[in-house]
């Protein structure tokens, strides 16, 4: 049988292939890619033997394979580049500032910044592009405030996330990125001179000695870039769901409460994290029924189990248990936030434009691949 890649999509749907694969065993030896030195490869699709690998740093290392760890290259501060006692050390340092009860704290913040970038959406007119005129905006300014970004940098960051990863120019969007660089150094260096209220003071105030220069500004960068860039691709991405889905849509503006499980519907359908970072096996085990050997090289999808959970898109479904953010040391700390803004933008989007549909027909649309970055659409035109 045909091994698909991970990240092979039809729209927004994994390949059939995949859901054929997934009905015939929980683990899948594949083609070996590019920079992995010709290690086998596992594509893991059972949800079971997903939860156990993930959760077990005694066996299994999220770092990337090396025969010379001379040869390993460092990003100091990028969580899913660290196995414990050091991810331990650098998670700890976060988790306060992200925890369920903090993040809520932001919800004021989160709920006026939504109006004003609707407002500006309204007042553009339609057509217009969701995805660069809302779905970047929001969760960059969001993300800004948790940081502690002042706020007259906040929409100058912001235009530089956006041009980052949608600029068309090569050069601008290099420059962007460099931006981005260096405004994190920039911050981090304020902060400890002066620790602001934000999560890049409470780190430095709590923490101050346990992180390195480096590392602190590593943080930075990584929630910076992580949280906007996936946060702005699970935003169009919802939209999407929810203009091809009226029914759905017109049930969630008339049952606002349903903004939880609609959140949680949206993680589990479009997972566009469609696996974490593969993990690397640090001795012989058996899983799955296969036998896995030390150096062997296993890719979890995320897409496949969390679309196994339930048939089609409905935000009533409760407890699919999905794992969109992951499972074990590595779930991802920005849980919390995508839920706030998930639960605060899209009943705002179907209260502010109850007749919200595509200006395009859904064929015409370009989607980019979670490989590296998370699965997105590039352009979302919408009309009301």
Known sequence: MVVPLPHQRFGLDPVPELSDLQKNGPLHEYDTEPGLDGRKQWLVTGYDEIREILSDVTRFSSMRPVDDESERAWLP???????????????GTVTRANTVRRIEVLRPVAEEIVEECLDD????GSPVDFVRNAAWPIPALIACDLLGVPRDDQYELSRMFRESRESRIPRQRNLSGLGIVNYARKLTARNRVEPGDGMIGGIVRDHGDDVTDDELAGLAEGIMIGAVEQLASQLAIAALLLVTH???????RERPELA??????????????ETPSPRTALVDVSIGGRTIRAGDVLTCSLLAVNRARGEGFD???????????GHGIHHCIGAPLTRLQLRVALPALVRRFPTLRLAVPEEELRFKPGRPAPFAVEELPVEW
Do not use: C
């Open 77 to 91: 501060g990028i969580l899913q580049s660290y196995d414990p006692p050091d991810h331990t050390r650098l998670r």
């Open 121 to 124: 959406l309204e007042d553009m």
């Open 246 to 252: 009226p029914a759905q849509m017109t049930l969630l």
């Open 260 to 273: 939880n499980s609609a959140a949680e519907e949206v993680l589990r359908y479009a997972s566009i994290v």
């Open 315 to 325: 935000i009533t479904r409760e407890n699919t248990e999905h794992i969109a953010f």
